[in-house]
């Protein structure tokens, strides 16, 4: 039987039957790509909104966060490693239809739930299960937020982007280089930025780490691309702290992160610190 093609984001795994992809997620069935990680949910827990983060959208209200296992990208600083690393028989799960998700989601408007986030490991690996949740919340009035590192190609994104009322979108870096060493493509996720902000409420996050990302050159090209799109777009600019692969590396300077907030600043109107 010939290899499969899965079309969901640049590295266009070519499968055989039952091989799994990079990302750890999705498999070649009967010449069909799957995703094998459909409702199964590796956490689960009621977040504020600012915790994912979003300072621009429902500003202190909370919200569902649901998360499986598996990523397309291979980040050696990764903080939540453990499911985004994770293959299928590493890691126990629960699985939860959507169906029974927005059920939970409802269950939890009188305190104070908006809606679903899919967080936690990369959601879009699973892209099926959050097209299927994102539908059926729409349709009961919650609010449906993805949190990614936006490296997908367009024409999947589009058909789920009618249902999402928000993303935060993971910039790690500026350079391809940077964006080689993570295993992803720079100019993928910046069109991604571009097509969700069309329709969607958008912000930013990108975790400086020493010596990797933090030059204030590399902050005024990603800042200067962010206000390209909109200068209202919130950046999140994030300190790094040690773990995973950099365990041993330094965390960033507070006064760093300060520093290289103001010089976005120049281009945004809108850029927070986190972490600090």
Known sequence: MSKT???????????DENQTGLCNARSNAGGEIV????????????????????RHFYPGSKILSAGSYGCNLKCSFCQNYEISAAEKNDIKTQRIIPENLIQIAMDLLPRGNIG?????????VGYEYV???????????LKNVVVTNGCFCEDPIEEMLPFIDAFNVDLKGFT???YNDVGGNLETVKRFIKLVSENSHVEVTTLVIPDENDSEEEITELSRFIASVNKDIPLHISRFFPCYKMSGKR???VKKVYKLAETARKQLNYVYEGNC
């Open 5 to 15: 093609e899965c079309k969901l984001c640049p590295h266009h795994c070519r499968l």
């Open 35 to 54: 995703p094998v990680n459909y409702g199964e949910i590796t956490c689960i827990a009621l977040d504020p909104v600012e915790k994912k983060p979003l």
């Open 116 to 124: 679903i986030a899919y967080t936690y490991n990369e959601p879009l």
């Open 131 to 141: 097209r299927d949740c994102a539908m059926l919340a729409a349709k009961k009035g």
């Open 176 to 178: 391809e280089k940077f």
């Open 251 to 253: 965390p960033t300077d």
